[in-house]
């Protein structure tokens, strides 16, 4: 099914199993909840890449419909292409997912690798769910 999408993490290929319908969805879901996700941000101390202050602004996006989207990756790695449209977010937090949906506002929801074939997408009433478990 994703001949052109090779997994390089344990993250990468829960997901993929996920997708493939060899891993419940339940069990991706408390699996994601304890690894780590690449979260790009624009941070107002730029040193290479490497954020050290609490003013770090996650990339989020708005869908047609207006909803706010927090942009996440598997790897910093599967962030780079993307990134290139979004040049102000050149630094970037490794996270658990949990840590990122603990501090994830209310109506947001969440996209883990756009542009890939790999990925997911929260719509934020699924967020908020995840949040109040």
């Given at each position: 099914?994703?001949?052109?999408?090779?997994?390089?993490?344990?993250?990468?290929?829960?997901?993929?199993?996920?997708?493939?319908?060899?891993?419940?969805?339940?069990?991706?879901?408390?699996?994601?909840?304890?690894?780590?996700?690449?979260?790009?941000?624009?941070d107002s101390i730029g040193i290479e890449g490497f954020t050290?202050?609490?003013?770090?602004?996650?990339?989020?996006?708005?869908?047609?419909?207006?909803?706010?989207?927090?942009?996440?990756?598997t790897s910093p790695e599967r962030a780079k292409r993307f990134l290139q449209d979004y040049p102000a977010f050149d630094g970037g937090l490794l996270a658990e997912f949990k840590w990122v949906l603990e501090r994830t506002g209310s109506g947001v929801g969440i996209s883990i690798n756009p542009d890939w074939p790999v990925g997911m997408d929260m719509e934020p009433e699924m967020v908020q769910q995840l949040k109040n478990n």
């Open positions: 099914m994703h001949d052109s999408f090779e997994a390089r993490n344990e993250l990468e290929q829960n997901l993929v199993a996920a997708q493939e319908g060899q891993m419940a969805g339940d069990a991706f879901m408390q699996y994601l909840m304890d690894t780590q996700v690449f979260m790009p941000v624009k050290s202050s609490d003013k770090a602004v996650p990339l989020t996006l708005k869908t047609e419909d207006d909803v706010e989207v927090l942009i996440l990756f």
